[in-house]
C-alpha cells in the first residue's frame, strides 16, 4: 500500500475518531444534563419529605401549646399554619410528576390539616388531639411512604445514569489516546462538562445533607427549650389548681414563676416568627421617632415581675426606628443579661452625634473567647452556657439583623470585669416639629 493508501487510512481514521470522540461529548453532555435534572426533581422531593414532616410536628405541638397556654394561642397556631402552607407549596412544586394516588393523598392530608388548624383556631382541643392521632397521622404516615418510595426510585435512577456517564467517559478517554489533539480537545471538554455535572452533584447532595443534620438539629433544640417552660408552666398552675399551696407568699412566688417562664415563651415564639420573616424578606420597618427611655422603662417593668432587678442610668433620647423591633431588641439583651449575666444589670445611654449609644452591661463571667467571633451567628453557641441556655441560639442574630436593617450596629466588648452589649442606631432627626416616618423591607 502506497503512502497516499496510509494516508487515506489515517484521514479515515482520524475523521472516524473525531466524530466518534464528538458524538462520546456530546451523550456525556447531555447524560450531565439530564443528571442535573434528575438530582433538581430528586432534591425537591427531599425537601417535600422534609417540609411534610415540619409540618406533622408543627401541627401537634399547636394542640398542645394552644391548649396549655392560651396566650400563645394566636402565635403558635400562625406558626403552624406557616409551616402547613409551606409544606403545600413543596408538595405542589413536585407538579404532573405526581401519580394520581399521591395526589389523592396529598389533597386528603392538607384537608385534614387545615380542619385540625380550624379545630384549634376555635378552642375544640380534644377534637384536634383526637384527629391529629387519627386520620391525620395515617394520612400523614401513608403520603411520607409514597415519597420516600418515590424518592428511593429517583436516587436508583440517578445512580444508574452515573454508573453511564461513568462508563461513557471511560470510552471516551480511550479514544483520546487514538485520536489526534483536535480529538483530545474535544474530549476533554465533554470531560470537564462531566466532571462538572458530577462537582455541582455532590454540592447538592452534601447541602442537602447538612440542611438535614441543621434541621433535625434545630427541632431538636427547638422541642427541647419549649418543653422546659411549658412544664414548669404546667406544673405550678397543679400545685396552684390543687390547693396545695397554702402559703400566700409561696402562691405569689409560683404566680411569678409561671408569668416569668410564659414571658420566656413568648420570647421564644417571637424570636422564631422573626427569624422566619427574616429568612423569607417579609420583614417590614416603620422607621419613626422612637423614645429610647419608654421603651427601656416598659421592657423592664415586665422582666421586674419575673423578679430581675436592672438599674437604668441616663436613657434619655430618640432614635430613629422601628417601635416594635426596638422593643424586641432591648428584650432580648436584657432578658439575657438577666438570665445568664451578673447579679448586677445596668443599662446606660447617650447621644454622641448623629449616633445614639445603648449599653447593656453585666459583672458576670462574660462569654467564652472561642465564642466572640461566631456570637451574632445563628445557631453557633449551643456549647456556651452565657448565651444558650433556655434560648434557641436565635436571640443575638435576630438582634444583629434587625440592628443592621435599621442602619444600626451591635458589638461585644469586655472592659474591667463587665460584659458589654453596644447597640449604635442614628438619632431621630426632627423635620419642622416632627420626625419623618419610613417603611422599609429587610433585606432592602
Known sequence: MNRSGYLVIASALVVSALIVGVAMVFASSVGGSNISTEALAFTRTESAIATLATSQGAIQRSVA???????????????????????????????????????ADVDAYFDGAFEVLGLVDRSEFELAAASVAGDLASGYARLVDRLLDRRDAQGATLQSMDDRAATAA????????????????????????????????????????????????????????????????????????????????????LTRLIYGESGELV???????????????????????????????????????????????????HVRADRLRFRQIVRNLLSNAARYGGETVVVTGKKDDDVYR??????????QDETVETMFERFSHYEDASLARGGLGLGLSIVRTLLEDMAGTIRYERVDGWSRFVV???????????VRDESIVAGA
Open 65 to 103: 401549646i394552644a391548649q396549655a397556654d392560651p396566650a400563645q394561642h394566636d402565635a403558635i397556631l400562625d406558626a403552624a399554619s406557616m409551616a402547613v402552607e409551606t409544606s403545600q407549596d413543596r408538595l405542589q412544586q413536585l407538579g404532573p410528576d405526581l401519580s394520581p394516588e399521591m395526589a
Open 170 to 253: 471511560t470510552a471516551t478517554r480511550f479514544v483520546i489516546a487514538l485520536a489526534v489533539p483536535l480529538v483530545v480537545g474535544v474530549l476533554a471538554l465533554g470531560t470537564y462538562r462531566r466532571r462538572e455535572s458530577q462537582r455541582i452533584l455532590q454540592e447538592q447532595v452534601e447541602s442537602e445533607r447538612d440542611l438535614r443534620k441543621s434541621r433535625d438539629d434545630f427541632i431538636a433544640n427547638v422541642s427541647h427549650e419549649l418543653r422546659t417552660p411549658l412544664t414548669a408552666v404546667f406544673g405550678f398552675a397543679q400545685l396552684l389548681d390543687a390547693g396545695l399551696i397554702e402559703s400566700a407568699e409561696e402562691r405569689d412566688d
Open 267 to 317: 420570647r421564644m415564639v417571637e424570636d422564631l416568627l422573626t427569624a422566619a420573616r427574616l429568612t423569607e424578606g417579609e420583614l417590614a420597618y416603620k422607621l419613626e421617632s422612637v423614645d429610647v427611655a419608654v421603651e427601656v422603662g416598659d421592657v423592664i417593668e415586665v422582666l421586674s415581675r419575673m423578679g430581675s432587678d436592672i438599674a437604668v442610668l441616663g436613657v434619655e433620647g
Open 358 to 367: 445603648l449599653v447593656v452591661a453585666d459583672n458576670g463571667d462574660g462569654v
Open 424 to 434: 449604635e442606631l442614628p438619632v431621630a432627626i426632627a423635620i419642622r416639629g416632627a
